[in-house]
Every structure is written in C-alpha cells, then in structure tokens.
C-alpha cells in the first residue's frame, strides 16, 4: 500500500470520530419531562413479559412510564450501581440476604413503620399478606422488603407412570420416601436426580430437611439470624438424614461424582425424559414451566406431577420451605410511591398470576385462585395452606454462607457424607464471620 | 493469490517428503475437526427445538432430526434487536478505533524514543493488563457519575478505550520495537519531523500488528455484556449482547436461543476476521519483503 | 507529546482503582468498601487459614492458588504447542486458511456461549455429553467420566475449553510471524544440511522467539484473570476444587462481599505477575544493547 494512501486514511478517521463523539454526547440520558421508574430485576424471556402485563397496566392507570431493565447479573449491577451512587428506582431481587445488606448500608427506604408518610401502611400489608412475609421484609422495625412473586420449593416431581410401574405411591413421611428409595434400587434404578453442579438445589433439600426435623423457629435462628450453630446437633441430625439420600450413591443419577456435574435442568429432564435415568426431583414448583417447555407431549398430572416434600418428625409436619422475590425502593418520589402501592395490590398480583407467558405464584393472598393454571394453582393451594412458610434459608443467610460455604459443605457431603463434622466446622467458620 | 508459489514452505515440503505427508494431512485435519466439533454442536443446537435440546445431543439428530428456525426467528425479533444491533456498531467502531489512537504513539515512544523511566513506564503498562476489570467498576463509575458521562457512549467508549490499552500498548510496542531502526535514522536525517515520521513510516509499517490489534479489540468489545450493563444504564443505548441475554430466564436456561443468539452475535466479528485477515497477511508480505 | 493521552486516561482509569486495591486488602467487612483497618489479617487468613485458596496440608496442594499453577503452566504451553504446529505444518497448504479460520473461531465466540458448550460436551450423561458419548462408543466398558464433577480431572477439563478458545490467538499470531521469518536463512540452514527438525529448532524457532514470547505473556495474563469460564461452568465447584485466582477475586468481591479479602487475592494476583515482569525485562534490556 502506498503512503500517500495510508496518510488520507489515517486524516479520514479524525473528523468521523470527532462526528461520532458528538453524536454520543448529543443524545439525552433520559428524555425531559415526567421521569420515568426505573426498575431493575433478574427477569428476561417469557418472565419479562409476565412482569411487563404488569408494568404496562401500571403505566395504562397512571400515565407513568417506566424502564425495566432485566439482567441475570443483578447481584454485580446492583451492587456496582449502589456504590458507585446510580442506583435504579426500584430493584426486585430474590436474595433476601443481599436485601439485609443494603439496609445495614442505609442504601434503600423503609416501606412503612415509624415515619409519617408511609410509601405502605401496615394495614394495607395486612390485608395482602400472610404474616409470615410481613415478619420477614421487616428489619429492625421497619418494613423493606415487598414480596412480589413467591414459589414453592417444597415439592418433589416423578411420573405416576413409573411409579404405578414400581407398585408404589407417593410418600407422606421419610419412611415411606426410604420404601420408594429401596424399591427403586431392587430394580436397580436410582431414586434421585438432584442438579448438584448447582448449589441451590442442594440447599433446598438441606432446608426442607432441617425445617423438618427442627421446626421453624430452629431454622430461623440457623439461617437468619445466625443464633444456631452449624455444628448444632440438629444441624447433625438433618444431614444425617440428607445422608439417607445421597448414601450410598447408587441412589443419586450418576452418582455422586455425576451429581455434582449435573446442573438442574439436566437432574430435573433426566426424570421427565423417555428413559428416565432417576425417578424424583425434588425442589422447585417452578419447574412446570420446564417441563411443558421440554415435554411438550407430555401431559401435566397425568404423566408427570408432583407430591409435597414428606414429613420427618410429625411434631412439625410439612412446612413449605418459599422462595421469593422482593420489591425494595432506593428513591422516595411519587411515581415510585404508585408503583410500589400498585405492586402491593390485588390488581397488579391478578394480573401477573394469570399473564399469558410468565405467570407467577402470587404472595398477595387475595388473588382468587382460579386464575392460575394447574399446577401454579396447587402450588399456590400449599403455600397457602401449609402449616408454616419458611423462607428459602440459603437466601436468607449472606450469600458468602448460603451460597458459597453451604453449598461447598453440601457438596462434600454428597461426595465423602462420613467426614460431615469436619465441613460443618468449616461452614460454620464461614458463617462467623460474614453476620 | 501472489504469495503461494513462490512461498512454499521448504520445511514443510522438506519434512513431508522425509515422513509421511499424509500423516501431517490427517493431524492437521483431525486437529481442525475436533476444534469445529464444539462449534458444530452449538450450530445445531440453535436449530432444534427446546424439547429435543433437553432429551437428546445434538450429533443424534444430524441424520434426519427435527430443524426449527424459530429460534432464530425469537432472536431477530426479540425487543430491540435492531437498535440494539445499532448500540453495538455504534460502541464498537469508536471503542475499537480509539484504543488503536492512543495506544499507537504510545507504543511507539515507548519501543524508540530515549527518556527517562522508558522502562518503568513500559513494566507499568504489562502490570496493567492483570488488573481485574471489577476493581476499576466503582471508582470509574462514581467518576462518570460526577462528570455526567453514566448512560453516555462516550463514557462506554472511553471505558473500552480505558481497558483495552494495557494491551493494546503491549501489542503494538512489542512489534514496533522489531521495526528496523536504520529507516527512522534515514528518515530524520532528512529532516522528518517525528509526526511525520510516525505516520509515514511506522503506521503503515505496522499495519499487520494495527489489524490483529483491531481483531481483537472489536471481538471484545463486541462479546463486552457486563461493561455495557454497568456504565450506559439504559435499555435504549444497550448493545446485542444484552438484547440476547433478555431472552433468557433468570435461570439462563433457554438453550437453544442462547445458541442462535451466539451465531447472530458472533457473524459480525466473523466477518472483520475473515476481512482482516485478507489484508494482514498481505501487509506481512509486504514487510518481509522489504525486510 | 506522543504518550500523554495514553497515560492520562491509563492514570484516570487505573490509578486509582489499582492503589486502592493495595490500601483495601488491609481492610475488613463486608461490603464493596470495607470499612475496617485489619493489618495483614486478609493476607494471613488467605495464605494459612483458607484451604479453598491454599492447602498445603493434603498432597498433593490444594486451592486456588494451586490451580492457577496448572492453569499457567497448561494454559501457556498447550495453545503455543498447538500454535506453532500449526504455524509450521499448515503453512502453505491448500486449506491453510479454512483451517486457520476454524482454529480462530472460537475467539469470537463470547464466553458464555462458549461455556454453555463446554457443558454440554463434558456433559456426565451420554445422551447429551458428546465427550462421553464418544467415549462411550470407542471404549464400550468404560463408565461415563463426570469431567466436572470430579475434583481431580476438573480443572483439566476447564483448561481444556480455554486452550481451545485461545489457541486462536497462539496460532494466528504465530503463523503471521512464521511466514514473516526470512526465507533465505531457513533455506541457508537446509542447504548446509541442517535437516527439517534441526532447521526448525536451531534457527526457525530463535527466530520466533519474540512472537512467541509475546503470546505466552498474552496467555499467562488470561490464565491470571480467567473469570468467566469457571463462573459459569462450574462456579468454583465442586467443592470449591476448580477455583482460581481471577474467580476468586470476583467471588469474594460480588457474591461473599468481602472487598478486603478479595483486594487481597488481586494483590496476589499483581504479585504473580512480578516473573512475568522479570522476563519482559530482560527482554527491554535486550533491545537496549
């Protein structure tokens, strides 16, 4: 290439980005005017949509417009936006510990309690809530957090198929769960699938099982609070009987080793597919969605359902262990006040219980329950007739616990379940210091 | 093409005709096959439906399987996609172009001109490279916030410019400094000024390292999701990778749209290889002839 | 005049984030700005009291820090291996190009996509894992490896999707290098008798010697700061036995929010990179006589 070629390009590529540096700085941030609510939230794909039914009624009430901006990488978003002092409007988050951190960082505003102009009174969260979630968003006498989608993940999914095959029912205690396990392995099938690669679904069955053997006020203490040890003897006694699950390994698809390189969705398909390689999977009512996703020729109820998490000490029967997200606000101005106050209603909650794509279990106890679809509706039928909600515990601790020290305990469990006091000493060490 | 006659490698064709030829053949293509087979994997999955996805592999349904364009149909028309397609040229040209600006001059003071702390400066950018990008988040986000450059593309521009020196630098002064020195003498000798002489001499000289350099950057740029995410704060400016990640759940499951989504995504930077590469072997001949 | 605006927007974007890290790893508490002053306490729980990071109480060692070893010795070697066999073999074949453009490919594929792929290739289910798949098919008595569930083969199997993403880079940069080599002194070589693998050895790859070095710099600061690879494949797991240091300055940083501890693992990080900074050196040197 010849010089005087390479010098006209070199010239040429000056003014264009001096043209495209004003064009940059020459578009608004945000158009003047009414500002819009900016909502940040995990959600994309048909969850969006379930989500936006919602918004967009918001904005047809009130003329109010808003920008949703949904991200897997909240935790990151958030956290960045938060410090570096551009938080959104409003964030819908499912980590409740993450929640308990911003309100030590005095980062996002009490919905209601001592102050005059509440964004929420309490008789309104009384009329819409089960105690239960009112106890939990509230924080050092403050209500924060406003439940806003809630799911079950006290529920374990096989093929009534496969078990009429196996001449067995589903169980209502931990014995007749042990039964289906052995019958299971006669045939030399394995019983569980659970996508340990995952933390969390490892967590859930840790959680249904200690809320279960320890009771509700125990698990509080363990997971929120932090009063509980990890090396608690009921800590013991529960992953003694998680050891009743993954001991010996011949009960876990793919054995240990193969548990711990499955992700969720993989352990879940695995019980659903047409040579099923495990026949229960337990944790999430949300997984229905999965299924009608990839099974489509499948029927729900008919070839593929679920039974409720079995008891263990009759003592305190079976407690829905709930997952949730949760509405918390970082700028007090009117146009987030109407929405806030909107989220919190019947309407809004009616209206994303029955979105056409996306539709979730409603925490708001006044959405009729016709509006779900199956198994939304029996899902919601649990959490709203369970004998205690407790809410999902590695969400409730710091994610250094819930989700990091916890599942690296859970794990090694599975692997090796006969050094379990020495990860429980580790686990508790971890959770020392991050409370 | 001009360059293949007379470039035959006397090695190859030195080794081949002592050993096997073929056995070179057959590694070669083995190794090739095997790179391509994860590629080919995803090129199928992104069009099968969700529900073969999740019970069978991919290579199970080369013969005869079922092949849906509905995920790429979801793609394309996902919300945003052509402004956000837009947000990504418009990001990337200026975030791939400005980091070859500044770091050009730069790289080549550092690789020719005598001074003091020459070194130093030097070590200081390679010890650059290895700083995590997290670390700089909120203190340069707390910067934009005070200069009013959040949700801006040139603050997304000067970011990407920001982080893509380190290497761009290291790149351009390693190859500058192999350039030969006598032709800089001449020239100043004739009473180049040193602008002159950079964009006369040395630019076109290092075109094949501006090229690579250019590859690069634009791949990273372009594949950038979180750096955008944090800085421009705002679905209207967001670049493709965020519009494709809207696809998914919370739980990233969405597979098969994932897959179109990364063959979409990815045709663009294909397209500037498969462009470059084309003019920077040409520009390496040209050096080495001259050399 | 030349490297003032490089180095203004170097100092604006680096400077301060990167003192602040070193100030910070002396702190404590939780957050994204720690609040506490603590001495070397992060130092000290990180090199005596982590086994995640460094446990030199089972052999053989363990943790992060371990692993990020195997990562730098593998992650270097393999793709400058590969690279260069590429470089040298393909040169001048027929499908040179096609073959360089697949081996490049990967590179342009963004690293989530690509880890999705990976999990789906070390899949431990046959009906999904094509790795165990074709295992299966060649060695029909052989169980089907949980490639990431096993703590003793993980870290390979992780290195292996990066070699194979950034081979790309060993081997486009090489190859350009290669055909810029002077043909006059291979072909000198050959005519004194010097034979291919001698050629190649004793002159050819001397030759190379910066390009290579470059690359393998390019790579052992990849191979330092691999974060999303491990983030999606395996978050850490299992059993924290695939961490590293780029995952664990993240890890600590976002989801344990402990920014002094994980500014601490950053300044770890900064301070492995003193052997690469030594060879540069020389090499600045080098030029210099």
């Known amino acids: 290439m010849t010089q005087r070629k390479r010098r006209y390009s070199c010239r040429l590529n000056l003014p264009l980005l001096a043209l495209l540096a004003f064009w940059g700085s020459a578009l608004p941030p945000v158009a003047a005017g009414s500002e819009p609510v900016r909502i940040m939230a995990t959600w994309g794909g048909d969850e969006e949509a379930g989500f936006r039914e919602v918004l967009d009624a918001f904005t047809g009430n009130t003329g109010i417009r808003y920008e949703y901006d949904g991200s897997r990488n909240i935790d990151i978003l958030l956290k960045t936006r938060v410090y570096g002092g551009s938080p959104p409007d409003v964030a819908i988050l499912p980590q409740f510990g993450a929640i308990v951190e911003l309100v030590r960082q005095r980062a996002i505003l009490p919905l209601s309690g001592e102050r005059p102009d509440p964004i929420l009174t309490w008789d309104e969260l009384a009329r819409n809530y089960d105690r239960a979630f009112i106890d939990l968003g509230t924080i050092d006498g403050a209500f924060y957090a406003l439940p806003v989608k809630a799911n079950s993940k006290s529920v374990c999914w096989y093929r009534p198929p496969s078990f009429r095959a196996l001449g067995i029912e589903p169980p209502r205690t931990w014995q007749e769960l042990q039964a289906i396990a052995e019958a299971h392995l006669r045939r030399g099938k394995a019983p569980f699938a659970i996508g340990g690669a995952d933390g969390w679904p490892l967590t859930d069955w840790f959680e249904n099982i200690y809320v279960r053997v320890a009771g509700p006020a125990m698990y509080r203490k363990l997971f929120l609070t932090h009063e509980v040890k990890w090396t608690d003897a009921t800590v013991v006694e529960a992953m003694r009987r998680l050891g009743d699950v993954v001991w010996p390994e011949a009960k876990l698809a793919g054995g240990a080793e193969g548990t711990l390189s499955t992700g969720f969705i993989d352990a879940f398909n695995a019980v659903l597919r047409p040579r099923p390689a495990a026949g229960i999977y337990c944790g999430g009512g949300f997984m229905s969605a999965f299924a009608e996703q990839n099974f489509p020729a499948l029927q729900g109820q008919q070839d593929y359902a679920f039974f409720e998490f079995p008891s263990i000490d009759p003592r305190w029967g079976r407690p829905v262990v709930v997952g949730g997200d949760f509405a918390v606000v970082f700028n007090d101005r009117p146009a987030v006040r109407r929405l806030i106050g909107f989220l919190a209603g019947k309407e809004a909650s009616t209206i994303w219980a029955s979105a056409e794509r996306g539709a979730v279990v409603s925490p708001n106890r006044n959405v009729p329950l016709a509006v779900y679809r199956p198994f939304k509706r029996l899902e919601a039928q649990q959490l709203i007739g369970a004998g205690g909600l407790v809410f999902d515990g590695s969400d409730l601790a710091p994610s250094a616990v819930g989700r990091d020290a916890m599942v690296t305990a859970l794990q090694a469990f599975v692997e090796e379940p006969e050094r379990v006091r020495e990860y429980l000493r580790a686990l508790e060490g971890a959770a020392a210091r991050s409370y | ?291 | 005049m030349f490297l003032a605006p490089a180095a203004v927007l170097l100092l604006v974007f680096f400077m301060h984030p990167t003192l602040q890290t070193i100030w910070w790893s002396f702190h404590g508490g939780i957050g994204l700005e720690p609040s506490r002053f603590v001495g070397a306490d992060n130092y000290v729980r990180l090199l005596t009291g982590d086994p995640l990071f460094l446990n030199l109480e089972v052999w053989p060692p363990s943790g992060a820090l371990v692993n990020n070893l195997l990562w730098l010795a593998l992650f270097t070697l393999s793709p400058l291996g590969l690279g260069l066999s590429i470089a040298v073999l393909a040169d001048g074949v027929r499908y040179e190009r096609t073959l360089k453009a697949v081996i490049f490919l990967p590179m342009v594929i963004s690293a989530t996509a690509a880890s999705v792929i990976f999990r789906f290739v070390y899949s431990p289910d046959p009906t999904i894992g094509i790795l165990n798949a074709v295992l299966g098919a060649l060695f029909p008595w052989l169980e089907p490896v949980p490639w990431l569930g096993r703590r003793s083969v993980v870290n390979f199997a992780l290195i292996g999707a990066a070699v194979w993403i950034w081979t790309g880079l060993a081997t486009t940069v090489l190859s350009a290098a290669y055909k810029a080599l002077d043909r006059e002194v291979l072909e000198a070589a050959n005519v004194d008798g010097a034979g291919p693998w001698r050629t190649f050895w004793r002159v050819a790859l001397p030759m190379l010697a910066g390009p290579i070095a470059f690359v393998a710099i390019a790579l052992v600061i990849n191979g330092l700061k691999m974060l999303e690879l491990v983030l999606v494949m395996t978050a850490g797991g299992p059993r924290g036995a695939s961490r590293i240091i780029g995952f664990t300055v993240y890890w600590e940083m976002f989801n344990n929010s402990r920014a002094g501890y994980g500014s601490a693992v950053a300044v770890v990080m900064l301070l492995l990179l003193v052997p690469v900074i030594a060879v540069q050196l020389r090499r600045v040197g080098r030029e210099e006589r």
């Open chain 2, 1 to 291: 093409m001009s360059l293949a006659p007379p470039r035959m490698a006397p090695l190859l064709h030195r080794l081949a005709g002592m050993t096997r030829r073929g056995a070179v053949h057959a590694t070669l293509l083995l190794v090739g096959a095997v790179w391509l087979v994860p590629t080919l994997g995803l090129f199928v999955t992104s069009w099968r439906p969700s529900a073969d996805v999740a019970a069978s592999g991919w290579w199970t349904a080369l013969p005869g399987g079922t092949f849906t364009a509905g995920n790429y149909r979801e793609v394309l028309t996902v919300r945003g996609f052509e402004i956000s397609l837009l947000n990504s040229v418009l990001i990337a040209l200026p975030a791939t172009l400005l980091p070859i600006v500044f770091a050009a001059p730069a790289a080549y003071a550092l690789a020719w001109h005598r001074f003091r702390g020459r070194r130093f400066a030097f070590l200081a950018v390679v010890a650059l490279l290895v700083v995590p990008l997290q670390l700089t988040w909120v203190p340069i986000l707390k910067l934009f916030n005070l200069l009013g450059l959040t949700g801006s593309f040139v603050g997304i521009w000067l970011a990407h410019t920001a982080f893509g020196l380190p290497f761009a630098i290291f790149l351009l002064h390693d190859f500058m400094a192999e350039l030969p020195g006598a032709v800089f003498e001449s020239a100043r000798i004739d009473g180049a000024s040193e602008l002159r002489l950079f964009l006369t001499i040395v630019l076109p000289l290092s075109t094949p390292a501006l090229a690579s350099l250019a590859i690069f950057q634009f791949v990273w740029v372009w594949n950038d999701l979180i750096n955008a995410l944090i800085f421009l704060q705002d679905r209207g400016k967001y670049p493709l990778t965020a519009a494709i990640q809207g696809l998914l759940s919370s739980y990233g499951s969405e597979w098969h749209l994932l897959a179109a989504g990364s063959f979409v995504s990815m045709s663009v930077p294909l397209l500037v290889f498969v462009a470059l590469q084309r003019h920077f072997i040409r520009g390496l001949t040209a050096g080495a002839v001259k050399g």
